[in-house]
């Protein structure tokens, strides 16, 4: 029989509050034993055959996932690795641009990311360091590999907003990229133009219509980004305002997911050089 939180507190654990298992009531501790599985055995008033019976009880429903906090990363990242997966090293050259190496008989795959170049090894993912990504980082990298793509730019731009599929999401790219890099830069493009060119950006030209200025990024040889920028105009009463533009094939190369992801990486590495600065 599943031991629930409430089964738990109610039925197992004495409700003294006492605080010894290091957590501020009975019932909290309750639910880290069934949520994170903390031992059981933390409760120092708690029989030892107690504990034996209750552990094989949380041990089974532990097994199934029932009551368990997930972790949204490690279950988003071993997704992705199933996704990709099915993809061979050999093919992601020809599609994703990169070079393919060989160590000990293994292939090696090098890929410019930003102004870094990752090491893709049995789909293990580090930087050319040998540090590793974080585990969103490695999702999303993943979710490139997997998604198929092979088209090249057409140099063809497009909002985010422009997108197929992108309704439920325009909120959180405005809220979570394009906002923050306006508020972060208004009144200091200089400072801009220094981190975007810390990433490997450069200024755009042909295609920054009526922006202040505009970037390049290359965050992958086949996933180009332009970052367009109006500074503030107290004068006129305008505020900063910043929007990103996508190369048509972008959905090729990502999913809707991945992009607003994409975009995050982008702001919070202009955002975070920013403020070490």
Excluded at 135 to 155: D, I, M, Y
């Amino acid at each position: 029989m599943a031991l629930s939180v409430v089964d738990l507190y109610r039925d197992v654990l004495p409700k003294t509050n006492c605080g010894e298992c290091g957590h501020p009531t009975c019932l909290a501790f309750a639910g880290q034993v069934v949520a994170a599985a903390l031992p059981l055995s933390e409760c120092p008033y708690l029989s030892t055959d107690t504990v034996e019976r209750c552990t094989v009880e949380l041990k089974e429903q532990y097994a199934k996932g029932k009551w368990v906090r997930r972790d949204m990363a490690e279950d988003a990242l071993n997704w992705a690795r199933q996704r990709a997966a099915d993809m061979t090293t050999e093919s992601f050259p020809p599609r994703l641009g990169g070079d393919l190496e060989t160590e000990d008989g293994v292939p090696v795959f090098r890929l410019p990311y930003f102004n870094d170049t990752l090491r893709i090894k049995n789909l293990t993912i580090t930087t050319h360091e040998g540090e590793p990504l974080t585990r969103w980082e490695q999702v999303f990298v993943l979710n490139h590999l997997a998604q198929g793509g092979s088209k090249n730019p057409t140099g063809r731009w497009k909002g985010f907003i422009e997108l197929p599929n992108t309704t439920s999401k325009i909120k959180n790219m405005v809220d979570s990229v394009e906002r923050p890099i306006a508020e972060a830069f208004a009144d200091n493009i200089l400072l801009l133009k220094e981190r975007a060119q810390d990433l490997g950006a450069t200024v755009e030209v042909e295609d920054a219509g009526s922006a202040d200025i505009a970037f390049r990024f290359s965050p992958f040889p086949k996933v180009p980004v332009i970052l367009l920028f109006w500074d503030a105009d107290d004068a006129e009463g305008f505020e900063a305002k910043a929007k990103l533009m996508f190369d048509e094939t972008v959905t090729d190369h990502l999913d809707i997911e991945s992009i607003v992801f994409l975009g995050e990486e982008i702001a919070s590495r202009l955002v975070k050089q920013k403020e070490s600065h």
